[in-house]
């Protein structure tokens, strides 16, 4: 009896708000989690709005040959660089379906790369300048996604 209460409480304490787990990390996805720190939403938006620091958010699958390409683009030196001056966040779009849903203003495309303000709203000025898909860039270089960060960085 004891141990299933146990069991429950831990439960409990793992489920966020809306019914899903809350993650401190993300999944691990091969975005070179060895050098950047990626933060599940809760924990990037709640670190975000402490340090008044802007989000790096990206929506991805596992599954999706354009991710995978994508990955690579997070081993760049000055993208790792870059990343440390603001707070990562890696949404799975098969994995945390209400996240990837709610990070998706113009589509559900993948990968998308959004900016949010320190307090979670998107700043839309910073995106890759496609037309249809603003928040796709480049998944084999770096340049654009690295010169997004240094504007958003002031570097």
Known sequence: MARGLHIVLMAALCVGIGGHASLAQPYPAGFNEDAIQWRSVAAGLAEAKDTGK??????????????????DVFSDP???????????????????????????????????????SPSGELLSDYNSGWADYLYFYAPDRAEPLAAMLQRLTGE
């Open 78 to 116: 000055e993208v790792v660089t870059l990343m440390r001056r603001v707070v990562p966040v890696l949404v799975d779009q098969d994995r945390e379906p209400e996240d990837a849903a709610h990070f998706a203003p113009d589509g559900d495309y993948m990968p998308r790369t959004l900016v949010l």
């Open 54 to 71: 802007p989000v790096v958010l990206v929506v991805h699958a596992t599954w999706c040959p354009v991710c995978q390409t994508y990955r």
